[in-house]
Nanobody, 126 residues
């Protein structure tokens, strides 16, 4: 059984920071591209960031570039999303996802991902 467990969400003021963590179990972690997606009320789930198996390639949604940083620790089966300069429009449920890929491939669309966490709420107040 594959589990992806997110943590680190919460309530923060605009301009603040949060660090999301996702711990994986039940899969060979370094065989998977890892991604973060988010879904705000009434909106579709959208891509935020993704990182290749070795961590070499990283991709970001345009609105978070320069503010969010994705990283991974393959030894401890974790993927991290460091979120700085948060804005009210970043408010959403954030999901960790795993995509079985070859080497440096990184997908940015949700249907490509095989496994999902339950999500963690991020709320940014103005």
């Amino acid at each position: 059984q594959v589990y992806l467990v997110e943590s680190g969400g919460g309530l923060v003021q605009a301009g603040g920071t949060l660090r999301l963590s996702c711990t994986a179990s039940g899969l060979t972690f370094n065989h998977y591209t890892m991604g973060w997606f988010r879904q705000a009320p009434g909106k579709e789930r959208e891509f935020v960031a993704a990182i290749s198996r070795s961590g070499t390639n990283k991709y970001y949604e345009d609105s978070v570039k320069g503010r969010f940083t994705i990283s991974r620790d393959n030894d401890n089966r974790k993927v991290i999303l460091q979120m700085n300069s948060l804005k009210p429009e970043d408010t959403a449920v954030y999901y960790c996802a795993a995509d079985r890929t070859i080497m440096t491939v990184v997908h940015t669309t949700a249907p490509e991902y095989d496994y999902w966490g339950q999500g963690t709420q991020v709320t940014v107040s103005s």
